[in-house]
Structure formats: C-alpha cells, structure tokens
C-alpha cells in the first residue's frame, strides 16, 4: 500500500476507507474534515494572539462583520442575549462548512492517493460529498434545536406542540404534522448540503478531465459561490429553526 500521485477520473458515491486507527476504519472524508479543523483551530489561534484593545483596520473590519451578524441574529432571535448564546454554535457551522467546501478547490483531492492492488483511493475526498458528514451536521443542529426548545419552554410545553390532545382532532394532526416536519429536518438538512456538494464535485470532475481548458474556470467561481451559499443556508436555516424552538405557541396561537 503506497502513497502515489493520479489525475485518472475517479468519482465514488462513498466516502472510501484508507487504513485504521487503533481498529477503527478512517476515510479519506475523515482525513480531509481533520485537516479543516486543524486549519480552523490554527486561524483562531492566530487570530486570538493578534487581538489588540486598540485595533487595526483588519481587527476592525472583523468586528464589524461579527457585530453585522450578531444583529441579524438579534432580530431573528429577539433579544441580544439569545443572539450571544447561539453565535458561536451558528458562526461554528458556517465556518467548518465553508472552510470544507472551499478546500475543495485544492489540487490534492483526487491527485494524493493509495493502491489496494489495481485500486486507487484519493487520500482525500470533499468533507461535504460524504453523506456521513452532512448527517452528523443535521442531527448536531437537530440535538441544538430540540434541546433549545425543550430548555426554553420545558418539557410539557415543548412537548405539546407535537402531542395536542385539548385542539381536537385537528389539533392533534397539526401537531403530528409538526413532528413529522421535524425529523424531516435530518434529510432535508443532510441531503440539500451533500448534493449540491457532491454534484458539483462530480461536475468539475467530469469537465476538468473532458475539457481541461478554460471550461473548468467559471465553473470553480460557480462552485466557490454554491459552496458559500450552502454554508449560508445551513447556518440560517439552524438559526430560523432554533427562533420556531424557543417561540411560545400558545402566545402565538391567542395572537391569532
């Protein structure tokens, strides 16, 4: 089993095993989602040794994008301090996302790889084209937003937005239906990030391979702008989620 270099077509709908750590099996999804962390923890480091009370204009060009973010939250959510408590699990999701989606375009994935006789398995694979990935994200967020809703309102509370006995029957087939579009979360969640992903990959791919020239450029800018969009709509979506969580329904149900 050695380490070579390839620029064969090779697409796999699975992420594809490399080797084991200590008996368990690791992926080249898994090798690649390392490196995003690493690079991640890395940058906060960085940027928390460069943090000064008297700020340059990089420093202050962060804060005000935070600052940005942070009143967005505050008006989806209601108050600063919902907007303070969910900021750095939001701004989390968004940034491992993007920092993954946006790795793709270097020239180590499908290049760096292993021979298991005649196979060859790229040593890294996209974080967001493995369907493990983007389902662990989904039930993250999904644990954060039940979890949100349950500690706001209580158990009883939460609860009977899903089990309505005192609506009637209508009431009780809202509340199924609201149940049912909860755990649809997980697959809309996991399968929207990882086909837009993983079909892109599979595009770039097919292209660079046809059409080496020219054709692959605007398609990469296409891709970056798909990659970026997708962390947007991850992270709003958990945050639109978590606001449904933590709302009273009975207050809104009597303001109706």
């Known amino acids: 089993m050695a380490l070579s270099m390839e620029k064969e077509l090779h697409i796999s709908l699975a992420a594809e095993r490399v080797g ?3 008996g368990l099996p690791i992926n080249n999804a898994l090798i690649t989602a390392w490196v995003v962390m690493s690079i ?9 040794r460069r943090l000064s009370l008297v700020p340059g204009k990089l420093q202050n060009a962060f804060e005000m994008l935070i600052e940005y973010v942070l009143g967005i939250m505050e008006q989806t959510l209601g108050t600063r301090a919902l907007a303070l408590r969910y900021f750095p699990f939001i701004a989390t999701i968004f940034l491992f996302i993007l920092a993954a989606n946006m790795l793709n375009f270097l020239p180590i994935f499908g290049t760096f ?4 006789g005649e196979e060859f ?4 694979r996209g974080v967001n084209a493995d369907l493990n990935v983007t ?17 706001t309102l209580g158990v009883l509370k939460y609860g ?10 209508m009431g009780f087939i809202v509340g199924l239906l609201e149940l049912i579009g909860n755990l649809a979360r997980l697959i809309s969640f996991s399968f929207r990030l990882f086909g837009a992903i993983f079909a892109g990959e599979v595009l ?13 450029v605007p398609l990469m800018a ?5 990659g970026i969009l997708q962390a947007g709509i991850f992270a709003i979506l958990t945050m639109a989620f978590i606001k449904l969580a933590i709302e009273d329904h009975g207050v809104m149900g009597s303001a109706h």
């Open 204 to 216: 770039l791919m097919v292209i660079g391979t046809f059409v080496p020239y020219f054709l692959p």
């Open 20 to 22: 084991t750590l200590f």
């Open 222 to 226: 296409f891709e970056a702008f798909i």
């Open 113 to 116: 790889g292993i021979h298991h």
């Open 135 to 151: 389902l662990a994200l989904a039930i993250i967020a999904f644990v954060v937003i039940e979890l949100s809703g349950i500690f």
């Open 40 to 48: 991640l923890i890395l940058l906060g480091f960085l940027v928390r």
């Open 160 to 169: 009977s937005k899903f089990v309505n006995f005192t609506g009637g029957a």
């Open 121 to 124: 398995i790229p040593l890294f």
